[in-house]
C-alpha cells in the first residue's frame, strides 16, 4: 500500500483543518503560502451537515506593505529619450523608495473565546443599530437585502451579508437542505436600494425542483436559466415597470440610480448588468401583459393566443353580443348614429428606430398579439405598395414636409403611424405600424384595415388630416390592393372627416363635408385624440431609438397597454366631466339658436330646414345645395384696389392718358393711407403720454382750432357736399372712393368679430389660469393690445359708413349695414341666457351685485358678453342676436341677405343639433360601458376552470386570479354606477320642481336665482337612463 500524501492528524489539527505545502513562485516576496481546504462532514443532533472552508491566499508583507508612506516617483527626464529603453526601464522599475517600517511580531491568538464580537448597524427596518452578529444573523435570513455596516473600532463600514456567513437556502423554508448547490459564487441580486452580493444555495435534496423555478419562487427573477449570475427581486422589477411606464424614463437611468445608491464614491465599482437587467425587463413586461389578457386560462396557453389578443379593448364602443342590445339595428333613422365607431388616424415621426441590430437577433416577444401590426404581411404590403406620390396637394403640414429628409439616413423607420377611437382615446388593437419613408397612403390604408377588423357594427366615421386627399380613391384601393384578410365586411359605410384643428388650415372650398362641426351624428367629437395620444409617448423617443426592433416594439406595445388602461380605469370621472359639460353646451346653443329663430319668417325657416335634412341624410360625396355655403361672397378691400390698378392699366394699354402723376385710384388711396395714418398716431399718442389741463379747456370741443398737419381735414370726395361735388372733383373719382368705402365696411365688421372672438377667449383663460398681480397685469396688457385693435377697426367702419352715406345717400344698404353702436358689439350667444357664474370669496365682481337696471355707459365697448340682470318675473329672457353676426362680407340684394341669414341659420342649427347629439352619446356611451364591464366580469368567472390542469395548486391559483380579476371589473362598474348616478338624481329632482328645458316652457322666472343656478346647466336631463343603472 503507497503511503499517503496527506499530512498525520495531528498536523491537520494543528494548522486548523487546512495542510500547508510550500509552491515555488517567480516572486517569492509577494506570495509564499497557498491554503487549500476540503470539505467535511459534522453532525448536528440528528442530522449530518457539510462544510467547507473557502480557499484563501494569504498575501506576504511584501514591499507595498513595509513602507511607512508612499507617493508616485516624479522624474523629470521621464519619456524624453530617443527611444523606448528608458521609458520601459522606469515601468518595471520598483517605486517603493522611502524605508520600510519594522516589522511587528505576530499577536498571540487568543484563547478566550472562538465566538466574533462585533457591532452591526442594520440600516432598513430595524429599530435598534446596534445588534450582535448573531442577532444581526437570524434577522437578516428572512430579511436578506438589508444594508448592514460593522464597526470598525472607529466608524461604521459598509459589509455584505455574504461576509458574515448568511446563505439563502431555496426551496427550503427552515433554511436548510440536507444536499444544497451552491450557487455561482458572484451571484448579484438587484433590488430597490441597489446591488447585492450574496451567497444563494439551490436545493439539491429529494424535493428538488429546476433552479429557475426555486428562484422565482423565492421572488428572484433569473436573468439567465444555464448559469444565473444576475437576479432581480419582484420588487424591483415591479417598480421600475410601473416608474417607467408613469414617467417614460429609461432602464439605463434607473440602473445609474442603483450604481449610486450601492456606492456612491465609486471606489467599489460593479461590473455592469445593465444588459442583463434590460432581458429581465423586457420578460417582465411580456409575461405580465400575458397574464393580465388572462391567456394562462385559455386552452392551450401562448399557442392559441389570437391576433390582438392581449390590447385592452376600449368598453364604450359599440360590440353586438356583449354591450348592444338585441334590436340595435332596427332603431329609427334619426338614433342609428349612437352606434358608429370611430377611427382616427394619424402618424408621428418622433418614434424613430435605428439600424441596431435585426429581427433574426431581436425578432420581439410578442409581435402582432397586442397593438403592433405583425411584422411580415404589413411590410410585405407597403413594400410592395410604396409610391412617392402619396403627398397630399391640398395642405402641407409641418409632419409632412420633415417625413422625407436627410435626417432619415441610418433609420430603420422613420415614425410610426395609428389608429384611435375617436370617443375614448384607446388605440386598436392592431392598429400601429411603423413607417419606412414617410406617411405613404399603403401604411394607413393597412393599419386602417386592422383596424376594421375588430368594428362589428355598420357605420364608421375615419379621420385623418388629409382625408380630402386619402379617402378619393380608397375605394379603389381596397379592391385592386388590399389584401382579404384586412378588406372590410359588406355592407360598412364610411364618413370621412377632417379633425377640427387641421380642417381649417385646408381649402375652404367644398370642404363643409369633412367639417366635423356639420357631420351629422358626431356631437362634440373632435377627433383630435391622436395627437393627445402621441403627446405622452414622444418621450420613449430616445429610449426606443436605439433599441432592437423586437424590443422596440414590445416596449412600444406595453406603454399602449397602459395608456389603454388608465383611459380604461378613468371612464367613470372622464364621461361624467364631459357630460356635465354637454348638458351646459346643449342649453347654450339650442338657446342661442331659438333666440334667432324668433326673429325669422316661420315659412323660410321651414325651407332652410328642409334644406339641411336633405343635406345631412345625403352621402358622400354629397350632391344635394350645400345650406353652410355662401353662393356668393363680397369683394374685399385688397381685391377692390387690384381692380382699380387693372382697369388703370387697361385704360393706358388702350391709348388713354392721364393728366397728372398721381392717378384717381391713387389719390384716393393716398387720401384714405393719410387717414388712417392719423388715427394711429393720435392713438399711439395718447397711450404713451397726456397732456396737462389747459387753463382754456373750458372752451367748447368745435370751437377750438388747431393747426397742426394731423389735424387737418382731408378733402375726399365725401367731405365735399353734393352740389359742390361734381365741379370740385374730376369725373370717376367719387365712384372710386364709393367702391372703396364698400369693400371696407365688411371688412370692418369682419375684423370686429375676429376680435371678439379672440378677446373672449383671452379672458376666459385669464379668468381660469392667471392668478396674482404680476399675471394678471401682464395678461391685461395682452387684452388691451387686442382692444386697441378692436377700436381701430370700430371707428374705422364708422368711418366707412359715414363716407358711404354721404357718398351714396340712404338707401337698401343701410339694412345690411347698419349704424354700429357700442351695444352691438357682443358675442353671438344670447347673453340673457348665459348663466351668472359665482365669483370667489372676497372678490365679488360689480355684475354680481343685485341691481334693478343696468346703467349702460356711453363710449367705448368692453367687447364682453353682457351679464345677465335679475329675473323680475316679466319673462324677458330672449334677446335676439347682435346683427354685426347676420352680416358677411357678401352685401347688395335680397337674395344675397337671404343667403348670409341663411348660412348663419344653418351653422346655428348645426351647433344645437351637435349640442344635443354629445348628450345622447354620452348617455349611451356609459350605458355601453357597465354592460361591458358586466361582461369582462362573466368573462373572467368562466375562466376558473376552463383550463385544467395536474398540479392542484396550480389550479386554485388560476381560480384565485380570474376571481380577483372579475372583483376588478365588479368594483368599477360599482364606482362608475355611482359617479354617474349623482347627477342624473340631482337633474330629475330640478325637472321635478319646474326647471324649464330647451324645448319649451317661458324659463324660470321666481327670484331666486342663486339657488337655482345649476338647474340651467343640468335641465332637460333623460330621466329614463337613472332607472337603466340600475338594472
Not at 436600494?193 to 428562484?215: D, E
Not at 365712384?735 to 365696411?745: K, P, Y
Amino acid at each position: 500500500m503507497a503511503q499517503s500524501d496527506r499530512p498525520a492528524k495531528r498536523r491537520r489539527t494543528f494548522d486548523g483543518g487546512a495542510y500547508h505545502d510550500p509552491v515555488p513562485f517567480l516572486n517569492p516576496s509577494t506570495f509564499n503560502i497557498i491554503h487549500a481546504s476540503e470539505g467535511a462532514l459534522r453532525r448536528v443532533g440528528n442530522s449530518v451537515r457539510t462544510s467547507r472552508l473557502a480557499v484563501g491566499v494569504q498575501p506576504a508583507a511584501g514591499v507595498w506593505e513595509s513602507t511607512m508612506n508612499w507617493s508616485p516617483p516624479d522624474d523629470t527626464q521621464f519619456a524624453l529619450d530617443a527611444d523606448s529603453e528608458a521609458y520601459d526601464e522606469a515601468l518595471e522599475s520598483a517605486v517603493m523608495e522611502d524605508t520600510p517600517l519594522p516589522q511587528n511580531p505576530r499577536k498571540k491568538k487568543s484563547t478566550v473565546s472562538d465566538v466574533k464580537i462585533a457591532l452591526l448597524g442594520v440600516l432598513t427596518h430595524q429599530a435598534n443599530p446596534s445588534i450582535g452578529v448573531r442577532n444581526a444573523f437570524n434577522q437578516t435570513s428572512y430579511h436578506p437585502f438589508h444594508r448592514i455596516e460593522k464597526w470598525s473600532g472607529g466608524q461604521f463600514v459598509s459589509i455584505p451579508l455574504k461576509d458574515i456567513g448568511l446563505k439563502i437556502q431555496l426551496n427550503h423554508s427552515s433554511m436548510f437542505c440536507e444536499n444544497p448547490v451552491p450557487a455561482h459564487t458572484n451571484m448579484l441580486v438587484l433590488h430597490t436600494n441597489g446591488f447585492h452580493s450574496v451567497a444563494v444555495q439551490y436545493c439539491g435534496c429529494s424535493r428538488a425542483i429546476p433552479h429557475h423555478i426555486q428562484l422565482l419562487r423565492r421572488r428572484l427573477y433569473p436573468a439567465s436559466q444555464l448559469s444565473v449570475k444576475t437576479c432581480a427581486t419582484f420588487e424591483l422589477l415591479h417598480l421600475l415597470h410601473k416608474m417607467s411606464l408613469a414617467t417614460k424614463a429609461s432602464a439605463y437611468d434607473f440602473y445609474r440610480c442603483l450604481e449610486w445608491l450601492t456606492d456612491g464614491t465609486g471606489i467599489k465599482p460593479q461590473k455592469s448588468r445593465y444588459r442583463a437587467l434590460c432581458r429581465m425587463l423586457l420578460q417582465w413586461r411580456h409575461l405580465h401583459m400575458l397574464k393580465w389578457a388572462g391567456v394562462s386560462h385559455q386552452v392551450g396557453g401562448i399557442s392559441a393566443i389570437q391576433p390582438g389578443q392581449l390590447a385592452v379593448r376600449c368598453p364604450s364602443c359599440p360590440y353586438p353580443g356583449i354591450n348592444l342590445r338585441d334590436d340595435w339595428e332596427c332603431v329609427p333613422e334619426e338614433f342609428k348614429f349612437l352606434y358608429m365607431a370611430y377611427i382616427c388616424m394619424d402618424a408621428n415621426f418622433r418614434l424613430k428606430n435605428q439600424l441596431v441590430s435585426n429581427y433574426s437577433q431581436d425578432p420581439g416577444q410578442g409581435i402582432g398579439w397586442a397593438y403592433m401590426v405583425p411584422r411580415k404581411p404589413y411590410e410585405a404590403y407597403v413594400l410592395g405598395k410604396a409610391n412617392d406620390e402619396d403627398i397630399s396637394t391640398c395642405v402641407s403640414f409641418q409632419a409632412l414636409a420633415k417625413s422625407n429628409n436627410k435626417f432619415d439616413v441610418g433609420l430603420r423607420y422613420t415614425g410610426s403611424n395609428i389608429t384611435v377611437c375617436g370617443r375614448s382615446e384607446m388605440i386598436f388593437p392592431l392598429g400601429v405600424g411603423n413607417l419606412q419613408k414617410g406617411e405613404r397612403y399603403s401604411n394607413m390604408d393597412y393599419i386602417f384595415g386592422s383596424a376594421l377588423q375588430f368594428v362589428l357594427v355598420n357605420t364608421v366615421l375615419i379621420s385623418y388630416d388629409i382625408m380630402c386627399q386619402w379617402f378619393i380613391n380608397l375605394f379603389k384601393r381596397i379592391d385592386k390592393d388590399w389584401p382579404d384578410h384586412i378588406k372590410p365586411r359588406a355592407g360598412m359605410n364610411f364618413i370621412p372627416a377632417i379633425p377640427k384643428l387641421h380642417e381649417p388650415m385646408h381649402k375652404v372650398a367644398g370642404h363643409e363635408v369633412y367639417s366635423l362641426n356639420f357631420i351629422k351624428g358626431v356631437g362634440h367629437s373632435d377627433c383630435e385624440c391622436v395627437e393627445r395620444v402621441w403627446a405622452p409617448h414622444n418621450a420613449l423617443a430616445n429610449s426606443t431609438k436605439t433599441q432592437g426592433p423586437g424590443s422596440r416594439q414590445d416596449v412600444l406595445d406595453d406603454h399602449f397597454g397602459f395608456w389603454n388602461w388608465q383611459k380604461y380605469i378613468s371612464m367613470g370621472s372622464t364621461l361624467l366631466r364631459r357630460y356635465t359639460a354637454a348638458v351646459k353646451e346643449r342649453n347654450l346653443q339650442v338657446e342661442a339658436h331659438r333666440g334667432l329663430m324668433e326673429s325669422l319668417d316661420k315659412t323660410l325657416v321651414e325651407k332652410w330646414e328642409s334644406m339641411c335634412i336633405e343635406w345631412d341624410n345625403d352621402v358622400f360625396p354629397k350632391t344635394a345645395k350645400n345650406p353652410y355655403q355662401l353662393d356668393g361672397a363680397g369683394k374685399s378691400e385688397a381685391q377692390v384696389k387690384k381692380e382699380l390698378a387693372d382697369e388703370e392699366s387697361k385704360y393706358l394699354s388702350n391709348g388713354g392718358t392721364y393728366l397728372h402723376a398721381t392717378t384717381a385710384s391713387m389719390f384716393v388711396y393716398m387720401g384714405l393711407d393719410l387717414e388712417e395714418t392719423h388715427k394711429i398716431s393720435i392713438t399711439t399718442f395718447q397711450t404713451s403720454y397726456t397732456s396737462p389741463c389747459e387753463i382754456n379747456s373750458y372752451n367748447p370741443p368745435s370751437e377750438r382750432k388747431s393747426s397742426n398737419p394731423e389735424d387737418a381735414a382731408l378733402w375726399l370726395p365725401s367731405r365735399i357736399d353734393e352740389p359742390y361735388r361734381s365741379k370740385i372733383c374730376i369725373a370717376g373719382l367719387a365712384t372710386i372712393e364709393e367702391r372703396i368705402r364698400d369693400a371696407q365696411l365688411p371688412d370692418a365688421l369682419e375684423n370686429i368679430k375676429k376680435i371678439l372672438k379672440i378677446k373672449s377667449r383671452l379672458i376666459a383663460f385669464k379668468n381660469k389660469n392667471i392668478r396674482g398681480q404680476r399675471g394678471g397685469t401682464r395678461s391685461r396688457a395682452v387684452i388691451d393690445r387686442v382692444h386697441d385693435r378692436a377700436r381701430y377697426s370700430a371707428e374705422k367702419y364708422r368711418d366707412a359708413h359715414l363716407a358711404k352715406h354721404a357718398l351714396t345717400g340712404p338707401g337698401d344698404w343701410e339694412k345690411v349695414f347698419r349704424i354700429l353702436e357700442d351695444g352691438d358689439i357682443r358675442g353671438y350667444q344670447d347673453p340673457n341666457r348665459l348663466r351668472q357664474h359665482v365669483g370667489r370669496r372676497g372678490v365679488l365682481e360689480d355684475d354680481q351685485v343685485d341691481r334693478p337696471h343696468i346703467i349702460t355707459e356711453s363710449g367705448e365697448f368692453t367687447l364682453f358678453n353682457e351679464s345677465r340682470t335679475r329675473r323680475d318675473g316679466t319673462g324677458e329672457t330672449h334677446r335676439t342676436l347682435s346683427w354685426i353676426w347676420l352680416t358677411t362680407p357678401s352685401a347688395g340684394s335680397d337674395d344675397e341677405k337671404d343667403d348670409i341669414l341663411r348660412s348663419e341659420w344653418a351653422r346655428s342649427r348645426a351647433r344645437a343639433t351637435r349640442g344635443m347629439e354629445e348628450v345622447m352619446l354620452l348617455k349611451e356611451e356609459m350605458r355601453r360601458v357597465l354592460s361591458f364591464l358586466e361582461w369582462k366580469a362573466r368573462w373572467w368567472r368562466d375562466r376558473q376552470s376552463v383550463q385544467s390542469v395536474a398540479a392542484k395548486d396550480l389550479q386554485d391559483g388560476l381560480a384565485s386570479y380570474a376571481r380577483r380579476q372579475a372583483a376588478v371589473q365588479d368594483a368599477l362598474a360599482a364606482r362608475f354606477r355611482s359617479l354617474w348616478k349623482a347627477p342624473l338624481s340631482s337633474s330629475v329632482e330640478a325637472q321635478n320642481e319646474g326647471a324649464n328645458t330647451v324645448d319649451g316652457g317661458s324659463g324660470d322666472d321666481n327670484n331666486n336665482d342663486d339657488d337655482d343656478s345649476d338647474a340651467d346647466e343640468e335641465a332637460d336631463m333623460d330621466t329614463g337612463f337613472g332607472a337603466e343603472l340600475d338594472s
